[in-house]
């Protein structure tokens, strides 16, 4: 051991004039016991950002050991990012302010970045000028991370509420579609002279349409598609013909209340399609539903059907109110009826068949050509007559 030289001055551990006691060295003891036992990370540094002293709990969480970092500045364990904030801290005990439960990020010697809870005093001399500052941090990645699960947990509660929602929506709105061509057909069938031939069509009508509307009710108490928000689609072979009749066949109250002209571009040959007959029917007589709605009594509207390369293209094109740039944007979300829709109505005195309820275009979800059809919705807005068109990929 190097001699240490004499040189007749002595530098007091306690105020001058002051004896050491024994009870006073063994409360020094003990509390640098308690602090080399702590969990927590217990640092003291300069004014400077030096570090003078290190505990194990320091050594435990950002891994170095004492002789490694005493002595070097403190922004050894300090991202570089953060380092204005090490010196606004600095400034702030260099004023004798105190740093509470501060929430910051720290750098392990592995390089990991740990979540902590920081904690800063002033350390005064006798004559209470600050001299040094004492730290403890506190590892609380556990409780961050928590804190994480915890609000994702929430995020998904709120989405699986708004899907939840939506999907309501979407059902009770969709639920009110049937209705109107079984109340057609029933009053058709009221009518006095009608043929067999006849009472037998408005018969298929009732069948056809409560077949849909049993599906819809599927859909509503299967509480999984409900919180997913999605829909189960159960393909057939069918010929696109089919889908169309029974989609202006649902339309059909809608378009005859408001004496609108319904025409028909469709191909001359059959198009076979592998579909949920039930859900493109859906589309189609939802396109046209909103297209005699929202199109002034006596408009024109037309159904187009013509086939492109592996794809059948379906189009409902009216000279109604069409859509507008900032609306086309949610075309696939729900939709609130328009200032310009209500003013209209009120203008032309005509109301809605089928109720109000949310507009909603069918959901594009990528399924690919294995999974079956695939509808979609497009709008254009380059022209005074505006249109929109699902698309059915060819199988």
């Known amino acids: 051991m190097k001699a240490r030289r004499l040189t007749g001055k002595v530098t007091p551990a306690v105020p001058v004039g002051r004896r050491d006691h024994p009870d006073d060295i063994d409360q020094r003891a003990l509390l640098a016991a308690i602090v080399d036992s702590s969990d927590d990370a217990i640092v003291s540094k300069t004014l400077e950002g030096r570090i003078l002293s290190w505990n194990r709990g320091a050594t435990r969480i950002f891994g170095y ?99 939840k929602d939506e999907f309501l929506a979407l059902l009770a709105h969709e639920l009110r579609n049937p209705l109107a061509p079984i109340r057609y057909a029933l009053a058709a069938n009221s009518k006095p002279g009608r043929t067999p031939e006849q009472l037998r069509q408005a018969e298929e009508i009732i069948e056809r349409q409560v077949t849909h509307m049993s599906r819809l009710l599927d859909d509503l108490l299967d509480i999984s598609r409900i919180t997913r928000g999605t829909l189960e689609l159960k393909k057939t072979r069918t010929e696109l013909t089919s889908i169309i009749g029974a989609a202006i066949e649902t339309a059909r109250p809608m378009l005859e209340a408001k004496h609108h002209n319904l025409m028909l571009d469709l191909p001359t040959q059959p198009v076979q399609l592998e579909a949920d007959v039930v859900r493109l029917a859906q589309v189609f007589s939802n396109l046209l539903i909103n297209a005699a709605k929202y199109t002034d009594p006596g408009g024109q509207i037309q159904l187009r059907a013509h086939q492109q390369p592996g794809a059948v293209v379906v189009s409902v094109i009216d000279n109604g109110i069409g859509v507008s740039a900032a609306a086309a944007a949610c075309v696939h979300h729900v939709l609130p009826v328009t ?51 699902a698309d059915v990929p060819r199988c």
């Open 65 to 163: 050991e004492p002789g490694e970092v005493i002595g070097k500045p403190i922004t050894v364990i300090i991202p570089p990012e953060l380092h204005a904030e090490e010196q606004q801290i600095l400034d702030k005990l260099r004023r004798g302010e105190r740093i509470d439960h501060f929430d910051t990020v720290r750098v392990a010697k592995d390089g990991r970045r740990i979540a902590i809870s920081l904690t800063v005093s002033p350390v005064r001399a006798a004559d209470g000028t600050v001299i040094a500052a004492s730290k403890v941090a506190r590892d609380v990645s556990e409780r961050k991370l928590a804190e994480q699960r915890l609000q994702q947990s929430e995020e998904a509660l709120r989405l699986a509420d708004r899907r």
């Open 339 to 389: 200032r310009g829709a209500r003013a209209r109505r009120r203008r032309t005195g005509c109301r809605s068949v089928a109720g109000e309820g949310p507009r909603r275009a069918p959901r594009r979800k990528r399924t690919g050509p294995e999974r079956g059809h695939r509808p979609g919705k497009r709008v254009h807005r380059d022209a005074p007559d505006r249109s929109a068109a």
